[in-house]
């Protein structure tokens, strides 16, 4: 992985803005799910 999308940052953002933690596990699970898959088709769209 040379870099994270723009929407995984935006998620990591908004889970350093939470003070909610479920909703710090929402953003930071939507980044690992995106970037779980170690081949992601071109065409896929992350986040």
Do not use: C, W
């Not at 479920?22 to 088709?41: C, M, N, T």
């Amino acid at each position: 992985m040379t870099g994270l999308s723009k929407g995984s940052k935006e998620h990591l953002e908004k889970a350093l803005e939470n003070d909610d933690p479920s909703e710090k596990d929402f953003h930071i699970r939507q980044v690992i799910q995106a970037y779980g898959v170690d081949d992601l088709p071109d065409d896929i769209d992350t986040l």
